[in-house]
């Protein structure tokens, strides 16, 4: 039930009227059965702020508490059934009985914190807010040439580049997202002029449709499958061809989304504020002086 502010002008807003907004706005019909629910906290909780992120990790929660916002919307879930095996009951026991989830599990609870997963139907909704987030984040808007079709897709991220070498696009690249590491697979001196780009993990059937398109010769992308995908483009490479792969990890890749996310909510939930945490890549790297960054 809704209860008065206690400024008694305004209404208070539930989390699950948020999720209704959500349904509504999406622009698609609404996937009932995807991944899309609730991990933590009481949906008839009243919400004082809401948060997006990649990932709803600890400095996540805890920058949510400070900022006292209470619900937050992420792409990913905040534990780690997934990695336990395909049975979900033997995966919650497997996590009972590991302190680092009971921690995280009692940190949720005492500070009354709400997370919903928000993957599938956000990944519908068109235009791909992830694509849009992540060129947005590196400044390539002004480069954008969809190859026909539906533009603004995960299979639709062409952009035509000023020409420049592998090597200085990737250290453009590593320069504007903030990047603390980057990947590269390619001759150093390869000119690059069409890229194709996208955000999360990639197989190798991936890779080859983005190479099917005429001109392609970088792929960005976050994540590719170690054992298959990057052996693959190594042996492309060795072939002969002048191409070349940047892997930006995929937090990198998928977190720029969340800040269009966060935009995205703010344009029709006025009545709470909206703020967009990031998670940060996970993984520090070494610098020239022996110190970390």
């Known amino acids: 039930m809704l ?8 209404m208070a807003i539930i989390v699950q009227q948020v999720i209704d907004r959500i349904q509504q706005q999406i622009g698609a019909a609404w996937k009932s059965q995807s991944a899309d629910v609730f991990h933590a906290g009481n949906r008839d909780s009243e919400v004082t702020g809401i948060v997006t992120s990649f990932a709803p990790s600890l400095d996540v929660l805890r920058r949510a508490v400070a900022a006292r916002m209470n619900l937050i919307v992420s792409r ?3 534990f780690w059934a997934a990695g336990r095996g395909g049975d979900r009951s033997a995966a919650q026991e497997s996590m009972n009985h590991d302190s680092t989830y009971r921690f995280k599990r009692d940190f949720i609870q005492s500070n009354h914190l709400i997370v919903w997963r928000f ?24 480069h954008y040439k969809p190859s026909g079709g539906e533009p603004w897709t995960r299979e639709n991220g062409y952009f035509s580049l000023p020409h420049a070498t592998l ?3 990737a250290a453009s690249i590593k320069r504007t997202l903030k990047m603390k590491s980057i ?8 000119r690059v002029t069409k890229a194709a780009l996208s955000h999360g993990m990639y197989q190798v059937t991936d890779l080859e449709k983005h190479l099917e398109e005429p001109g392609v010769d ?8 170690e054992w298959e995908a990057s052996p693959y483009f190594a042996d492309l ?21 969340s800040g269009e996310m966060a935009n995205w909510l703010r344009s029709f939930n006025q009545d709470v504020p909206v703020e967009w945490i990031p998670t940060g890549e996970p993984a520090w790297m070494p610098n020239q002086r022996g110190g970390a960054e």
């Open 76 to 78: 990913e879930a905040p």
């Open 119 to 142: 993957f599938d139907n956000w990944n519908a909704r068109k235009p791909d807010g992830q694509l849009v987030g992540l060129a947005r984040a590196l400044g390539w808007e002004k």
């Open 218 to 225: 970088l792929v960005v992308i976050g994540e590719p499958v």
């Open 167 to 169: 090597l200085e696009t």
């Open 183 to 190: 990947r590269i697979i390619g001759d150093p001196g390869t």
């Open 237 to 257: 490479v060795a072939s002969g061809q002048k191409k070349g792969l940047i892997v930006l990890g995929q937090e990198v890749s998928e977190e720029p989304g």
């Open 3 to 10: 209860e008065l502010r206690a400024s008694g002008l305004e």
